[in-house]
């Protein structure tokens, strides 16, 4: 009985001051990480429909039993211009969460995949940067005094996705500028992008069609 | 043995990754690219050294027979920790390996290394030690990432390494991971045994 005390009495202890621990770093560390979050979806929004003045609040749509949120993004003058739609779907290891703004028929402006987890070198490559700066250029330029040059921040797989029709969106292994072209190594990842793309673009006309707005 | 060796044995001659096989898990999971492999190394420095220098001071008060729950307990709030710092001031490096930071709660070196050295020995020794293990995985699992990278991306940091080549895609998956672990593993091997004749 003794010793069930004492052990639990310490582990009480532990625990305890263990939690005490985490509420205090909790209250260093909120406000920045909501801010971070926030910040990184505020980044998306612009990326995805680059020439909006401002953003509506997020609205949800359920259509077919499935749910879309979306932003109505608008011009200086307070008029809707487009769409920002927010979807998510499985990818190879990872929840793909996906920002599409579109036009109100639909075509698409710009996409930006805000969250994955895919596999490094392959299906994470969807975020990568279209830079061929080799090793070489890199390391010759630590030593050069010019500017570095300005890089295009649309990685390359997503901005392939600009100006694109809903039809358009089908995703091939050879290079092709009508359609999608998949990421080496990652056809599932290329396609997972292509549905959270598609798929809440055709549901939200198909409810806009049908006055559900 | 002295205060530096303590720190030094973690790296060549103990080293948890390639000697004692410890944190196996991690070092697969996060060698395909040098950026995880640099971000998860750092964070295991970070934990093992504090978990180490927690466990050493409560060892006199945790009952022997309870210890395991007790340092589970130190690791993962050691770990939490280090997740929301990262969450809150670094958030890309978060973005890119914030996964990795919760499976340092099961990364067996740092439980390893709580219940072999630090529950024994005084909180200096368990914090160099800490350091010298945790550097010591970080420089495995670089190495292994080196490799694994260059060959499977043909990039190291993200950067073409040659330009033109078309990579071996095999490197970078899991199978990829056991091949180069298992050749680093045989030549430390060889480089030890020669150096002891």
């Not at chain 1, 612009?46 to 401002?54: D, G, Q, T, V, Y």
């Not at chain 2, 010591?136 to 080196?146: D, P, R, V």
């Not at chain 2, 260059?150 to 899991?174: E, H, Q, R, S």
């Amino acid at each position: 009985m003794k010793t069930i005390l004492h052990y639990g009495l310490v582990l009480l202890i532990i625990a305890g001051v263990a939690g005490v621990g985490l509420s205090l770093v909790d209250r260093i560390t909120k406000g920045p990480i909501a801010e971070a979050q926030s910040k990184r979806l505020e980044e998306g929004q612009k990326l995805a429909f680059p020439s909006a003045s401002s953003f509506g609040e997020l609205k949800k749509l359920e259509t077919d039993g499935k749910t879309i949120e979306y932003y109505e993004v608008f011009d200086e003058g307070k008029n809707v211009i487009g769409y920002e739609l927010l979807y998510s779907v499985g990818g190879y290891q990872s929840r793909i969460k996906v920002l599409t703004g579109i036009e109100p028929d639909g075509k698409v402006v710009a996409i930006r995949v805000l969250e994955q987890a895919e596999t490094p070198g392959l299906g994470a490559e969807v975020d990568a940067l279209p830079s061929n700066q080799s090793l070489l250029c890199a390391f010759v330029s630590l030593f050069s005094p010019e500017p570095e040059k300005e890089e295009s921040n649309i990685p390359w797989f997503q901005a392939q996705f600009s100006g694109k029709t809903p039809e358009d969106l089908i995703v091939v292994k050879t290079k092709d500028p009508k359609h999608i072209t998949a990421l080496s190594g990652a056809t599932i990842t290329s396609t997972a992008v292509t549905k959270a793309v598609k798929e809440p673009i055709e549901l939200f006309l198909k409810a806009k069609a049908e006055g559900q707005l | 043995m002295s205060l530096f060796k303590e720190f030094l044995k973690g790296i060549w001659e103990k080293n948890p990754v390639l000697v004692l096989s410890l944190g196996l898990c991690p070092t697969l999971a996060t060698s395909g690219s040098m950026k995880n492999a640099v971000g998860m190394g750092l964070s295991v420095i970070a934990v093992l050294t504090f978990s180490n220098i927690i466990i050493s001071l409560i060892k006199g008060f945790v009952p022997s027979k309870i210890r395991i729950p007790c340092y589970i307990i130190v690791i993962a709030f050691l770990v939490t920790v280090v997740d929301m710092l990262i969450a809150g001031f670094a958030p890309e490096l978060s973005k890119a390996i914030g996964l990795f930071i919760k499976l340092i709660v099961v990364n067996c070196i740092i439980l390893g290394r709580a219940e072999a050295f630090a529950a024994k020995n005084n909180p200096i020794r368990a914090a160099l030690d800490g350091l010298g293990m945790g550097i010591g995985f970080l420089i495995a699992i670089s190495i292994i990432a080196t490799i694994r990278e260059v060959l499977g991306a043909n990039k190291w940091f993200g950067l073409t390494v040659v330009p033109g080549w078309d990579p071996i895609g095999i490197m970078i998956l899991p199978a990829g991971a056991l091949l180069t672990f298992g050749l680093v593993m045989a030549v430390r091997n060889v480089l030890a045994q020669r150096r002891a004749k």
